[in-house]
């Protein structure tokens, strides 16, 4: 299982754009395998993927997620592929259907037959992040197009995929899923079946599975628990996620995030590799003087 490093859903990375290139440039010293970039209303995920990547020269780079509803799918291909570029091609475009709270309530598009916009979405951007023309004819899209950007390469794809239409989505079209607030139970049961059956079935390899968890090494599991509880409790809320966490049989992100002893934070990173997981996407949390020292010094100690 390769390990990485979450920036932007924390305050661990910090959250101006010289912090997160910071935060990679660390990553890779350790050598950790990837950085992941959460996309919510700061910092454009792919744009600061195409900085960091330029100002390292190892470590892989990825989105978790950037939403599709608000950018058309050529738009974000020509993005990813000149990020893919940036990174010499270090790069992972992961893309998700975010939420009818963001795309509906706050943006007021409409968020109207979600997995059907996924379906057509992706038979646009697929290809042309593999350098090929697109001529597709659908409901939302219609697109005659074709990049054409100097020394790019094909850029691998991802979607955030919980449900089984969404899986069934991700192993047909994209190279695996990114997962958040989805436990190793929940994965090894529904996640990995579902998404590697379509795989299997549209005869593209074993499917990566990205999985986005918050993580940190405490001897106060109380307050970290507390302070995960406050400040990720929207995740409880959002329907996707709280159908995840119902199927691990837990009450909120406080109860599924990865939190105790080194003992016991390295058992539940052996629990997410038992499961399947192909990459540990890890959210490290600040609770107290030191814990994210402490933290990156174990998952790196986890380093294959």
């Known amino acids: 299982m390769r390990i990485g490093v979450m920036a932007g859903a924390t305050a661990a990375s910090g959250n101006t754009l010289r912090a997160i290139v910071d935060y990679a440039k660390m990553a890779e010293q350790r050598g950790f395998d990837s950085v992941w970039l959460a ?3 700061g910092i454009d995920a792919v744009a600061a993927c195409g900085i960091a990547g330029w100002e390292t020269s190892r470590i892989e780079f990825g989105t978790a997620v950037t939403p599709t509803f608000p950018r058309h799918p050529t738009a974000l291909a020509q993005q990813a592929v000149t990020t893919s570029v940036a990174c010499e091609g ?3 475009l ?12 706050m943006l007021g598009m409409s968020y109207d037959k ?18 090929e023309a697109v001529d597709f004819s659908g409901e939302q899209y219609k697109v005659k197009a074709a990049l054409d950007i100097a020394e790019s390469t094909p850029v691998p794809l991802i979607i955030a995929a919980l449900g089984p239409v969404m899986l ?16 190793p139970k929940t994965i090894e049961n529904h996640i990995v079946p579902a998404i590697s059956a379509a795989a299997s079935e549209a005869g593209r390899a074993a499917p990566r599975i990205v999985c986005g968890l918050p993580i940190v090494v405490t001897r106060d599991v109380e307050a970290a628990r507390e302070k995960i509880a406050k400040d990720l409790a929207i995740y409880g809320m959002l329907p996707s996620y709280r159908a995840m966490l119902d199927r691990e049989g837990v009450a909120g992100p406080a109860e599924l995030s990865i939190v105790g002893d080194e003992t016991v934070v390295r058992s539940e990173i052996q629990r ?3 499961a399947g997981v192909t990459d540990f996407n890890a959210a490290v949390v600040p609770v107290e003087e030191g814990s994210v020292e402490s933290t990156l010094d174990l998952l790196q100690s986890e380093l294959g």
């Open 94 to 105: 992961g893309i998700g259907l975010s939420h009818k709270l963001v795309i509906e309530d």
């Open 114 to 131: 979600p997995a059907a916009h996924m379906k057509e979405y992706l038979q646009v951007i697929a290809p042309l992040l593999k350098g």
């Open 168 to 183: 069934k989505l991700a192993g047909t079209y994209t190279d695996g899923t990114t997962t958040w607030m989805t436990g």
């Open 39 to 41: 996309n919510i209303f």
């Open 90 to 92: 270090r790069f992972t």
């Open 272 to 274: 997410l590799r038992d």
